[in-house]
């Protein structure tokens, strides 16, 4: 299953999706996270609160990784936070294998990340 939508903030994905998303996630080996690089180019204290909705919408899966945004990101800090809290993976993109939008992973990135979400 796919819960996104390109180009949407993190509070977006809560409102459309949490809702669809909460009372399937048991039956998900792993759920991959990627929210909070569409957050804004400032802090805000907001983030951390849908984050962790985000993360609630989840809680009956198996494992959960997030995919972290830039360090060009606010809510990078606060995606960390909330993945800590909940002994979830924090996917750091390697910049040599980012698109040179700095944001999305290149071709090899992609390959990358599908190598690792394997071994899960």
């Known amino acids: 299953m ?3 939508l390109n180009g949407i903030s993190t509070k977006q994905w809560v409102r ?3 809702a669809t998303v909460e009372p399937i996630a048991s039956a998900f080996e792993v759920v991959l996270i990627s929210l909070g690089s569409n957050d804004g ?7 951390y609160q ?3 909705r985000a993360r609630k919408s989840v ?3 198996k494992r959960v990784i997030w995919i972290a945004p ?11 936070a909330v993945a800590m809290i909940h002994g979830d993976v924090v996917y750091e ?4 294998q980012l698109h040179a939008d700095s944001v999305h992973f290149s071709k ?11 071994s899960f």
């Open 41 to 47: 180019k400032l802090p805000d204290p907001m983030t």
């Open 108 to 118: 090899a990135g992609y390959q990358r990340i599908a190598s690792v979400l394997r």
């Open 59 to 61: 809680a009956h899966a």
């Open 93 to 96: 993109r390697p910049v040599e």
């Open 50 to 52: 849908y984050l962790a």
């Open 16 to 18: 459309q999706f949490s």
């Open 2 to 4: 796919v819960a996104a």
């Open 70 to 80: 830039g360090p060009q990101f606010p809510a990078r800090a606060q995606v960390q």
